[in-house]
């Protein structure tokens, strides 16, 4: 969970179909602010890029609004390890010797392999020797954490789907009143 949340405590656990209701009638009259405070207190600047802040370690956020309805994009937050995006798919390195390394591949160069062991820190690195490893696969569980929308109140869900789909955009018809 991200360390943003410490001291939210559990409001419920989040359905799609729940949410994607809401979704429908509560999007206009918005807090731009809120849905900025939820973005940061999900922790979500640490690994996305979003109008021009936060991280790089996930998809840039800013044109998700051009790219996602608040359904589909409410499925992505709810359930990130249904579809990954291909750049930022993790991967588990099995060494020979029975050691496990999990993380992103940011550079392969001849026999070394370097690999981000922690999303929220990119200078977590592990450099591995290709000849010791026995395989790379693609791990098919996502680094974004599930659950981050259960420490949320319905409206502060409703003000970080504005936020998002606005692409940073305060004017955006989302928060007019």
């Not at 550079?107 to 790379?136: A, K, L």
């Amino acid at each position: 969970m991200a360390q943003a949340m410490i001291g939210r405590n559990f409001v419920k656990e989040w359905k799609l179909k729940e949410l994607s209701g809401v979704a429908k009638t509560k999007l206009k009259n918005r807090s731009f602010e809120r849905g900025r405070k939820m973005f940061a207190a999900g922790g979500c600047f640490a690994c996305h890029r979003f109008a021009n802040e936060g991280g790089m370690t996930g998809p840039d956020l800013t044109g998700a609004g051009g790219r996602y309805s608040p359904h589909d994009l409410l499925e992505q937050i709810i359930d990130p390890s249904k579809e990954i995006n291909e750049q930022f798919v993790p991967v588990i390195v099995k060494m020979k010797n029975g050691d496990l390394i999990t993380g992103v591949v940011v550079n392969m160069n001849g026999d070394r392999v370097t690999v981000n062991t922690d999303m929220f820190d990119p200078n977590q690195r592990v450099n591995v020797n290709r000849p010791q490893v026995e395989s790379i696969e693609p791990s098919k569980v996502s680094p974004m954490p599930p659950g981050l929308l259960n420490l949320m109140r319905e409206d502060e869900v409703m003000d970080l789907l504005a936020y998002i789909l606005s692409g940073g955009d305060r004017n955006h018809s989302a928060f007019k009143k």
